[in-house]
């Protein structure tokens, strides 16, 4: 695996309307890298929701019917820029494309029994549909910055408020709560 190495420092940006072109035209050019292999792939993440402030990363999700099958597939996403990343995380592959040393894209590839339930796709689906809640959110990302949270820390300091919302929004889908980091 290839050590992306994370930013001394975390940014977080003002919302770029620019950011779902250009998640379409990843995920345009994932498909044509290695067609056929992700019955479903989808933007999901701060970029994913109109107006919320985010880190300026493009974070995609895509199904595969066995995650045996992606690693077969390295090179060509290899050729994309997107190299594996290991996090801890034992229920995905990540792979983490960066441009100049900067993060600029993570692809999270899935299985699809699970896709329906993935707190990720949950979590962006009701912070578009309830912008209180985003806000709330970008509020609480731009405090941990400010604070001088590091990179290591500042998905832990989100944690209790993406828990929340994200366990009210599978309540509303009858769906029990489950951590949403899985480390």
Known sequence: MTAVPEPSRI??????????????????????????LFAEIEHIGSTAVPGLAAKP????????????HAPAHRAALAGLGYQPHDNGMTDRLLYVRA????????????????????NQRIFRDHLRAHPADAATYAQLKRAIVAAGTGPGEYARA??????????????????????????
């Open 11 to 36: 940014h977080i940006a003002d919302y770029d309307p620019d950011w779902p072109r250009q998640a379409a035209a990843e995920i345009a050019a994932l498909r044509a890298a290695v067609p056929g």
């Open 57 to 68: 990363v493009i974070d995609l999700m895509a199904a595969v019917h066995d995650l045996a």
């Open 99 to 118: 441009e100049g040393g900067v993060r600029s894209h993570t692809l999270h590839v899935v299985t699809l029994e699970s896709w329906p339930t993935r």
């Open 158 to 183: 989100k944690t209790a408020l993406v828990q929340e919302l994200t366990d009210r929004a599978r309540a509303r889908l009858g769906l029990p709560s489950v951590p949403v980091w899985e480390k």
